[in-house]
Each structure stands twice: as structure tokens, then as C-alpha cells.
């Protein structure tokens, strides 16, 4: 079995599990200074874009592409090259299809479809002058594109919105929902999808401080909420969707009118992922894998599914005891440490709550 992998940053995630599986590795990236590119067993530094990964599996003769990539922007050209490699070649590529990164990488798009498919979002108009706004204070203005709450200001009076208009001239203009945030993960592929634990990801606050900032906790434990309907939502939305591999949904609950609102998807690898395996023992990463070799398959994810209790904590830089090998799995350990030097976070998950906080304590 020969995979190419496309970008390298998240690479370390699944070097150790590529080898237990004794896949020969191939890697495409853009800059030569990246991180991991020591890992696969080999790499090719390519133009951006697609055309390189492209030739590169055509003359290696791979046997799949997965694309590891944690950002919108390359996502489209990804599709394209997903539908062209597939039909012309017959090499599986384990990504999302055009239509479903179209419908999910702007913001506006997935208002619609929401609409559409009949799934319940927070209240919106496109705003292309700030008179034009109908909805009552505060309101979130957002772009159709960005990520990381990138242009996403909460806006509490007129002023503020004829600020934001000094930079952007059009805007999602949405109610603000005042609640708790969820994220979960649908693992899809070849029409079949589950959809793992939901995740708790802080309550909603007027700053619109972003969840990458807030402490998380798996499963989601929200008093009111039924964790089987945020799962069946997600479900039915990536069902939808009609693609392949990952699928993160944020979604919001109101606590004072008893309503879960769907927010965005993102149909590539995402931060949720850390918390997702801590607290079910499934990684959708790895899954991308088996999805390339063709074990992918309902009863091998129920056939995985633990249940733990796990936390993440953002904590800059981590000063405790290391971890076993493999570092980045919790196959041996009860923590994982991920995220950049300065902008470190740390998963931990345990047996019962009492054990969590011990662990907690322990680490941090
Ligand atoms: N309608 C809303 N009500 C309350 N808070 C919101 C709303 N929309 C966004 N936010 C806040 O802004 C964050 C980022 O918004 P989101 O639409 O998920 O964009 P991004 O792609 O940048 O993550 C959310 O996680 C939440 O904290
Ligand atoms: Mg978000």
C-alpha cells in the first residue's frame, strides 16, 4: 500500500500509525522549511497548488491521496483535483467534493443549505449597508470566508456596525445566540457516516471569544441538551453533504429557548479532533487512513468506541512529564500535547471525573 499525503503540518498526527500499518509513505509540500519532513518515507517539495501532487501520484503510482490539510483556502483545488484523479485515474483521494467545499467554505453558502435541507440556524441577513440591518442588537458580522473567528466582530449598537463597514462592504449579518457552543466530528465515506461525540466548547460571550481560547470538554454534557440530537443533525447534515472523510459542525444551544442551531462545517481535519479521540477513542486522521485502504467501515468504529471523560486546556508551553511513544496517540497515554511552541494545548482524558481532575492537576 503506497499513500501520498498532501501537506506536512499535521503529518506528526499520524507518522506513527502510517508505519504500524506498514504504508509506504510519499509527501507533497510547498515549503521546503515545513515541519515533519522527516517523517514519511519520501517527500517532494512542489509548487503550491495542485498540479504537483497531481503528477507526483500519477508516476509514483499511489494507491491513494489523502490530503491533510487544516485550512479553507486550498480545500477547492483539492475537490477539483479529487473528481479529475478519481475519474481519470482511479486513485481514491479521501477529501471532500466540490460541491460539499462549496457549500461549506463560505459562511453564506451554508445559511442557505441549512435552509434548505431544513436545519435550524441562528436568524441572518446579508447586509450590504449598514441601514439595512432588521435584526435587533447584539448581531455577529462575519465573511463568508475565514476561519479561527478571523473579521468576526459582535456588534452592540449602530456605531459599531458602520465600523465594521469601514472595512468590508458587505456582511453576514447573524443573531447572536447567548449559549453553549458544540462542536462534533462525522467521519463519512463511501455513503456510509457516524458521528462521533459531541464536544462542549465554552458559552457564547459579547467579546465573541473564540473557543480556540476556552477551556473544552468531551463528552458534551450540556444540562437540557440530548447529545442524540446534536449526532442526528450531524449526521443528516453530512449525509447531505454526500462526500467523503471529515466533517467538523460547531453548533450553538440556547439554553433560554430550548434550541440547537447549527453554525458551520468544515470538511477537513480541525482542532476537535484532539478531544474527539480522547473521549471516544476513534481519530478521524487515522480513519482517513483506513478509508484509503479500504477498512473503513461502520462495525470497525463501533468495534473502537471507548468512553472517557476528557478536557483541553490551552496552556502555551508545556513543562510536564513527557509522554510515551507514540506521543501524538493516546494508545499509551492519557494525554496528548499538540499546537505550536507559545500556543501549546494539552488533551487529557481519564476513567471518571474524580481521576480527570486528579490528571489535571498532575499536568498542568
Ligand atoms: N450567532 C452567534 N452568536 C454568538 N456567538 C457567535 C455567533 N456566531 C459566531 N459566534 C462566535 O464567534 C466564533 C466564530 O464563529 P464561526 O462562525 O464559527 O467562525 P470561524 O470560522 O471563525 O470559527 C464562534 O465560535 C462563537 O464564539
Ligand atoms: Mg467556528
Redesign the pocket.
Known sequence: MKILFIGSRLYDDIDYYVREKGIESILTESNEDAINLDLPDQVFIVPRGMDGPKQIAITHDVDAIIPLIGI?PPLIQVARMKEEIESEYGIPVIASNVRAVELTSN?INTKSFYKEIGVVT?E?QILNAPDELALEF???L?QGE???????K?AHNMEDVTQYFEEFDQALC??????S?ISIEVIGFNGEYVALPPIY??E??LE?????NKVKLGPCLVDGLDNNLVQETAYNVARKLDSDGIFEM?F?YSHKRDQL?A??V?TRPNGTRYLTTATCGVNSLCELVNMACGEFSLKSIFDKLEYYYSTEIPIGNYEGPEASEPKKSFDNNNFVVHGPAGYQRITIRAKSKKELENLINELT
Open positions: 479553507d459562511k441562528p441572518y447584539p448581531v455577529v462575519k475565514g476561519q479561527g473567528g478571523k473579521d468576526i459582535i447573524e443573531e447572536f445566540i447567548e449559549g457552543e466548547k465554552g457564547t460571550t465573541g471569544t473564540h473557543p480556540l460547531d450553538m442551531y453554525i458551520e468544515n
